[in-house]
């Protein structure tokens, strides 16, 4: 099992494609290269902290139809763009605002929005955040989730790390 991080997929809002300027002609494009990037990527054992704003999913099955069209075992910390719909999928593992997690000997802080400062901040903790859309200037030990800064796909901690240590551009594969 690999843990991957995500943010800022909105799904199903045509208006992300300018504000983000996603290289994507219409809507479906855009959510379509999601889903196939997110389930090439994903494994159905792994674990996925989506940061917020997942995005909008009309229909029916609406929000939880298409969670479980995506692998993987899904925990949601809340954007400000995340719904009631959203919020009350049991298609999510958890839900909360925030949250801290400890991998080896890395602390992380998981929130929608960057930090200025953040716990543990003095000891090594990093801040893992979204909504952004990699337009931030990421402080130390920050690292913006979001698809606009990965290629569209989830990320793991260890390619974040990684990306730092090289002094390489995040992937946009």
């Known amino acids: 099992m690999a843990v991957f991080f995500t943010s800022d997929t909105h799904f199903g809002e045509a208006r992300i494609l300018r504000a983000a300027k996603r290289p994507f002609a219409t809507i479906a494009e855009h959510d379509d290269h999601l889903k196939r990037g997110w389930n090439e990527t994903i494994r159905e054992d792994d674990e996925v902290w989506h940061l917020g704003d997942?995005?909008?999913?009309?229909?029916?099955?609406g929000?939880?139809?298409?969670?479980e069209k995506l692998h993987g075992r899904k925990?949601?910390?809340?954007?400000?763009?995340?719904?009631p719909k959203t919020l009350a999928s049991p298609a999510?593992?958890?839900v909360q605002h925030y949250t801290e997690l400890r991998f080896g000997e890395t602390h992380c802080i998981l929130c929608h929005y960057a930090f200025r400062t953040w716990n543990q901040?003095?000891?090594?903790?990093i801040d893992l955040h979204g909504h952004s859309h990699a337009m931030l200037k990421e402080l130390t030990?920050?690292?913006?989730v979001g698809v606009d800064a990965w290629g569209y796909k989830p990320v793991t901690l260890e390619t974040m790390l990684a990306s730092r240590r090289r002094g390489k551009a995040k992937s946009a594969d």
């Open 92 to 94: 999510w593992a958890s």
């Open 75 to 83: 925990h949601l910390i809340i954007g400000n763009n995340d719904g």
């Open 141 to 144: 030990r920050q690292y913006d």
């Open 63 to 67: 929000m939880t139809e298409l969670l």
């Open 121 to 125: 901040m003095g000891k090594g903790s």
């Open 54 to 61: 997942v995005g909008i999913a009309p229909g029916e099955g």
